[in-house]
């Protein structure tokens, strides 16, 4: 499976960015499909995944709950993250996984994906 992460740009506090994760080679039907983001010299940190199958479950860090939303696209292949009222400290490389592993215990811990796009940058900042 190929990953490719898009949709990040530059914005100003308080407003909103999507960003699309694109699945080549296969739908993500049968993955979970999770979202990172890394800041300079900080350590790669979760955000938020959606798990496989029909029931969709999604869970948030909580510092982004209520404020982005993780979500499938209608032709299976793309993954979504909608992000509202964007934060400074929201500034980092975004990064779009997937994997068929993953268990509510591990979501959280990059090990637990096996496949990785290759980020984009979210800049928020006045």
């Known amino acids: 499976v190929q990953l490719q992460a898009s949709g990040g740009g530059l914005v100003q506090p308080g407003g909103s960015l999507r960003l699309s994760c694109a699945a080549y080679?296969?739908?993500?039907?049968?993955?979970?499909v999770g979202w990172f983001r890394q800041a300079p010299g900080k350590e790669r940190e979760f955000v938020a995944t959606m798990f496989r199958g029909n029931s969709g479950r999604t869970y948030y860090t909580d510092s982004v709950k209520g404020r982005f939303a993780i979500s499938r696209g209608s032709g299976k292949n793309t993954v979504y993250l909608q992000m509202n009222s964007l934060k400074t400290e929201d500034t980092a490389v975004y990064y779009c996984a997937s994997g068929r592993r993953l268990i509510l215990s591990n979501i959280q811990n990059p090990a637990g994906y096996d496949y990785w796009g290759q980020g984009t940058q979210v800049t928020v900042s006045s």
């Open positions: 080679g296969q739908t993500f039907v049968s993955e979970t």
